[in-house]
């Protein structure tokens, strides 16, 4: 068990996420919930942290906060060393657009929408020039291997290709972390270990900062570090040992055209 | 985000729906098409009344025989007879803002030529009356002052009673009789229509004032004088100097009531373009609670499309869009609903008052102000009604919007 409590406000130079006794209490009246309790870590420059935990441990919460949707009730959060627990909404919405990247477990895509138009969103709030859009929005889906699929709409495309064009999403205005809230909650065992392929590749071979809240243990295992909560405190901090690497999952799983095989077989029987 | 990108949304987000956007905007479309027609309408009636008086002569006092006030044993107005040529003459002589003058007797008389025949007024006058009224002839030419003096059976037709008598020949130089009487026809008046008071000015017999004093009505006296001011203004001045001259002439007291009255074409004229622009306020602001209904179809459909939309307003918020990002999104769609339909509108209401005017037989007038306005206040309504949904959508909690189903 490894409990990073920093005392003193400098941050080091890898450091890219320090929460310093974070809470965050909910007032509904007379009852008062308190869904973090006092929570200081840090996150380094590269890392890929797989924040875990039952439902109402506080995971939820502590990533509306690290993704600057919501304001801690007390505490402080720097991020990229700056202090951005006081901000404006403006101010907040400026951090998401430049900072953080968002995938989430319902895609969420604007629908109607071409694939290429919703990865570009980001880059409409940024002030990028049309011309650069179109470029940073086709070199996105190209990363994550949906070059082809631009002019698609999400309707056509698969719930993994929904996905994929939501990373492009998260990744278009270069964040410096990825935030992915059970990003393969709604796929199925391949395509989730194909998203997750992806998640690896952006952090070995760009050093992007992936934080992914699941409550699925091997999904888990793909990240370096884990953090587990209950009860709106961190239970455990350890570094996944043994660590899976997606590709090489991938190449032990039967591929598509196997499973369509096998199931028209079983169709047939 | 520049507001091109932001129309470019707005219009795409309208595109989506169109069945509902072209709905909504339909209200807009008939709020200003019923303001700029009905405005338009109102001003052609101003127009109108407006041209029927100045048909009138602008400058024109019109003096005429009975008393005014109402109460006690009223006369009417020929039945007294007041008024005389010397009245007139006097006038002239010691009023100087009056130029002109004419008589008038009038009566009315069966009037026959060959087959045909016809029952209309006859006036006696002058033949600077037709200076006064503006009134040239189409054929011929109107009696001489000659003519009046030794009352010589001439006349000139007004238009109506020339089609009735003369279907299918020019009357001029024929000879009608009027009553028992024959009369040789010297001119043909051109159409002036109808008068304000509605009554069909073509439709009247001209003669020398004498010849139908004493040929026709058997009278002395004369009913009306047709004066003309030197100026419009002068028109008006100039009743206070008449009304004491012939109140002296007539030996009325001090108290006692005129036994003639004296009106002027301002007076009329005024009165008129009141009533009409009273009327048209009154068409613009029933036509302006239409504009004001459509304006709250925009509110309510906007509110529903913020309803609907939670979620791409928490996806567009969690990407960095910040509270007045999302709330011009919501105003600019606001605002484009209701600015096309207000040119639609403008198209409709332009197209609506060229239908009345072709099938009514009634100018309207386009006035450019209304179209302005118009435009103007469609945008206003989009501003207006939009700014709550919009406001409500940029307060929305990303958290909140996201978790939205």
């Known amino acids: 068990m490894k409990e990073?409590?920093?005392?003193?406000?400098?941050?080091?130079?890898?450091?890219?996420?320090?929460?310093?006794?974070?809470?965050?209490?909910?007032?509904?009246?007379?009852?008062?919930?308190?869904?973090?309790?006092?929570?200081?870590?840090?996150?380094?420059?590269?890392?890929?942290?797989?924040?875990?935990?039952?439902?109402?441990?506080?995971?939820s919460t502590l990533m509306n906060i690290l993704g600057c949707l919501d304001r801690p009730?007390?505490?402080?959060?720097?991020?990229?060393?700056?202090?951005?627990?006081?901000?404006s909404k403006e101010e907040l919405a400026r951090i998401r657009n430049r900072k953080l990247g968002f995938v989430f477990q319902h895609f969420n895509l604007l629908a109607r929408t071409s694939a290429l138009e919703?990865?570009?969103?980001?880059?409409?709030?940024?002030?990028?020039?049309?011309?650069?859009?179109?470029?940073?929005?086709?070199?996105?889906?190209?990363?994550?291997?949906?070059?082809?699929?631009?002019?698609?709409?999400?309707?056509?495309?698969?719930?993994?290709?929904?996905?994929?064009?939501?990373?492009?999403?998260?990744?278009?205005?270069?964040?410096?972390?990825?935030?992915?809230?059970?990003?393969?909650?709604?796929?199925?065992?391949?395509?989730?270990?194909?998203?997750?392929?992806?998640?690896?590749?952006?952090?070995?071979?760009?050093?992007?900062?992936?934080?992914?809240v699941t409550h699925e243990t091997d999904i888990a295992h793909y990240a370096k570090r884990a953090i587990e909560f209950r009860d709106g405190r961190v239970r455990r901090d350890q570094v996944i040992e043994k660590r899976l690497v997606a590709h090489e999952v991938l190449a032990s799983l039967p591929t598509r055209e196997e499973m369509d095989a096998e199931e028209e077989t079983e169709a047939k029987v | 985000m520049d507001f091109l990108n932001i129309f470019r949304i707005a219009l795409r987000a309208l595109a989506r729906n169109k069945m509902r956007s072209a709905l909504t905007m339909l209200g807009i479309i008939?709020?200003?098409?019923?303001?700029?027609?009905?405005?338009?309408?109102?001003?052609?009636?101003?127009?109108?009344?407006?041209?029927?008086?100045?048909?009138?002569?602008t400058n024109a006092v019109f003096i005429s025989a009975g008393s005014g006030?109402?109460?006690?044993?009223?006369?009417?107005?020929?039945?007294?007879?007041?008024?005389?040529?010397?009245?007139?003459?006097?006038?002239?002589?010691?009023?100087?803002?009056?130029?002109?003058?004419?008589?008038?007797?009038?009566?009315?008389?069966?009037?026959?030529?060959?087959?045909?025949?016809?029952?209309?007024?006859?006036?006696?006058?002058?033949?600077?009356?037709?200076?006064?009224?503006?009134?040239?002839?189409?054929?011929?030419?109107?009696?001489?002052?000659?003519?009046?003096?030794?009352?010589?059976?001439?006349?000139?037709?007004?238009?109506?009673?020339?089609?009735?008598?003369?279907?299918?020949e020019s009357p001029i130089g024929k000879t009608i009789r009027i009553g028992t009487l024959p009369f040789r026809v010297t001119g043909v008046l051109e159409s002036k229509g109808q008068s304000v008071m509605g009554d069909d000015q073509d439709d009247?017999?001209?003669?020398?004032?004498?010849?139908?004093?004493?040929?026709?009505?058997?009278?002395?006296?004369?009913?009306?004088?047709?004066?003309?001011?030197?100026?419009?203004?002068?028109?008006?001045?100039?009743?206070?100097?008449?009304?004491?001259?012939?109140?002296?002439?007539?030996?009325?007291?001090?108290?006692?009531?005129?036994d003639f009255f004296v009106r002027t074409q301002s007076e009329v004229a005024d009165l008129a373009d009141q009533t009409s622009q009273v009327m048209t306020l009154l068409l613009g602001s029933i036509a302006s609670v239409s504009l004001f209904v459509g304006g709250?179809?925009?509110?309510?459909?906007?509110?529903v499309s913020v309803t609907e939309r939670t979620r791409e307003i928490g996806v567009r918020m969690a990407v960095g869009a910040t509270p007045a990002d999302v709330q011009n999104q919501f105003l600019v769609e606001a605002v484009t609903l209701s600015m096309l339909g207000g040119v639609m509108g403008i198209a409709a209401g332009l197209a609506?008052?060229?239908?009345?005017?072709?099938?009514?037989?009634?100018?309207?007038?386009?006035?450019?102000?209304?179209?302005?306005?118009?435009?103007?206040?469609?945008?206003?309504?989009?501003?207006?009604?939009g700014y709550y949904p919009a406001h409500k959508a940029a307060r929305l909690d990303p958290i909140e919007a996201l978790r939205h189903e």
């Open chain 2, 352 to 385: 609506g008052s060229a239908l009345i005017s072709s099938f009514l037989k009634w100018p309207t007038l386009i006035s450019g102000k209304a179209i302005i306005i118009a435009a103007l206040f469609s945008a206003g309504v989009g501003v207006f009604f």
């Open chain 2, 69 to 168: 006030r109402p109460g006690g044993a009223r006369m009417g107005f020929w039945a007294v007879k007041s008024l005389t040529l010397d009245d007139l003459q006097a006038i002239l002589r010691e009023v100087p803002l009056v130029r002109e003058a004419a008589p008038a007797v009038v009566s009315r008389s069966q009037v026959v030529y060959q087959n045909q025949n016809w029952n209309t007024g006859v006036l006696g006058t002058t033949p600077n009356y037709f200076e006064i009224r503006a009134w040239p002839v189409q054929a011929g030419s109107v009696f001489s002052q000659e003519e009046v003096e030794y009352a010589a059976n001439v006349c000139v037709l007004g238009t109506t009673v020339a089609n009735y008598l003369f279907p299918n």
């Open chain 1, 73 to 87: 009730t007390s505490g402080r959060y720097f991020l990229d060393g700056v202090d951005v627990s006081g901000m």
């Open chain 1, 118 to 212: 919703n990865v570009e969103l980001p880059t409409v709030y940024a002030g990028v020039p049309p011309e650069e859009r179109t470029r940073r929005a086709r070199e996105a889906l190209e990363r994550v291997g949906l070059g082809e699929r631009a002019e698609h709409h999400p309707s056509q495309l698969s719930g993994g290709q929904q996905q994929r064009v939501a990373i492009a999403r998260a990744l278009v205005n270069n964040p410096q972390i990825v935030l992915a809230d059970e990003p393969t909650g709604n796929l199925d065992s391949r395509t989730s270990v194909e998203i997750m392929e992806i998640l690896q590749r952006l952090n070995e071979e760009q050093e992007l900062t992936v934080v992914i």
């Open chain 2, 30 to 57: 008939i709020g200003v098409g019923a303001v700029i027609a009905t405005v338009s309408i109102g001003q052609g009636a101003e127009y109108l009344v407006q041209q029927g008086i100045q048909s009138m002569g």
């Open chain 1, 4 to 59: 990073l409590q920093t005392q003193s406000g400098g941050a080091g130079a890898g450091t890219l996420i320090r929460l310093d006794r974070v809470t965050k209490t909910y007032d509904l009246g007379e009852v008062q919930v308190h869904a973090l309790r006092g929570i200081s870590l840090e996150i380094q420059r590269g890392e890929f942290v797989a924040i875990m935990g039952a439902s109402g441990s506080g995971k």
């Open chain 2, 296 to 303: 709250i179809g925009i509110m309510n459909i906007m509110l």
């Open chain 2, 204 to 258: 009247r017999i001209f003669a020398p004032f004498t010849t139908v004093q004493k040929k026709i009505a058997g009278i002395t006296w004369i009913q009306f004088i047709n004066a003309s001011a030197v100026t419009q203004e002068a028109s008006v001045a100039a009743v206070r100097p008449i009304t004491q001259l012939l109140r002296e002439r007539h030996h009325i007291r001090a108290g006692e009531d005129d």
